[in-house]
T-cell receptor, first 114, second 114 residues
Framework: ETGVTQSPTHLIKTRGQQVTLRCSSQSGHNTVSWYQQALGQGPQFIFQYYREEENGRGNFPPRFSGLQFPNYSSELNVNALELDDSALYLC?????????????FGSGTRLTVV | AQSVTQLGSHVSVSEGALVLLRCNYSSSVPPYLFWYVQYPNQGLQLLLKYTSAATLVKGINGFEAEFKKSETSFHLTKPSAHMSDAAEYFCAVSEGRQGGKLIFGQGTELSVKP
């Protein structure tokens, strides 16, 4: 079975620009979560999608938004980029009973805002 | 609110020595607890999880952790360190039974000396 894949692996954006990050969940997983990991920190929860609807959100401003598609893949969109948005963005997928299964993480997208 | 504290941002052991990485949690409900490992420039890999079954949990690569409710701890151990164990380790607690967000600690970097 394929795992969680994220694209792109790296990208550089200018402050004020918009960015879209993509995630393909593991086969059979219908829940996708996004995390932001700043350098030297633990990941922080951004939001989760279940059956194409947002199902929980962390302490992130509205310029962080997302989508989940019928095939359970997902996008993270960030508008009006700020320097502090520079981080590793991780996507995690899980089956409906995610808590007993655990969560499968992708390798992440390294975003640098200059 | 749930939280996780990892004691020691950096732990150094000799190859063959015992590995002990400490994690304490705070939760008002029965917790679900996880340990993840992150190698440089990679995503998170699940080592093991506690989901209210056996209090001693065995994971991959020879790691295990014991859930101690009275001490609100979930420390990670390995009897004999290997050079390949050098990585960042994260303890996490889940906020809810039906998936939900993971709350991560700040991480502990494990170094293994030859």
């Amino acid at each position: 079975e394929t795992g969680v894949t994220q694209s792109p692996t790296h990208l550089i954006k200018t402050r004020g620009q918009q960015v879209t990050l993509r995630c393909s969940s593991q086969s059979g997983h219908n829940t996708v979560s996004w995390y932001q990991q700043a350098l030297g920190q633990g990941p922080q929860f951004i939001f989760q999608y279940y059956r194409e609807e947002e199902n929980g959100r962390g302490n992130f401003p509205p310029r962080f938004s997302g989508l989940q598609f019928p095939n359970y893949s997902s996008e993270l969109n960030v508008n009006a980029l700020e320097l502090d948005d520079s981080a590793l963005y991780l996507c995690a997928s899980s089956p409906p009973d995610g808590i007993n299964y655990g969560y499968t993480f992708g390798s992440g997208t390294r975003l640098t805002v200059v | 609110a749930q939280s996780v504290t990892q004691l020691g941002s950096h732990v150094s052991v000799s190859e063959g020595a015992l590995v002990l990485l400490r994690c304490n949690y705070s939760s008002s409900v029965p917790p679900y607890l996880f340990w993840y490992v992150q190698y440089p420039n990679q995503g998170l890999q699940l080592l093991l999880k506690y989901t209210s079954a056996a209090t001693l949990v065995k994971g991959i690569n020879g790691f295990e952790a014991e859930f101690k409710k009275s001490e609100t701890s979930f420390h990670l151990t390995k009897p004999s360190a290997h050079m390949s164990d050098a990585a960042e380790y994260f303890c996490a607690v889940s906020e809810g039974r039906q998936g939900g967000k993971l709350i991560f600690g700040q991480g502990t970097e494990l170094s293994v000396k030859p």
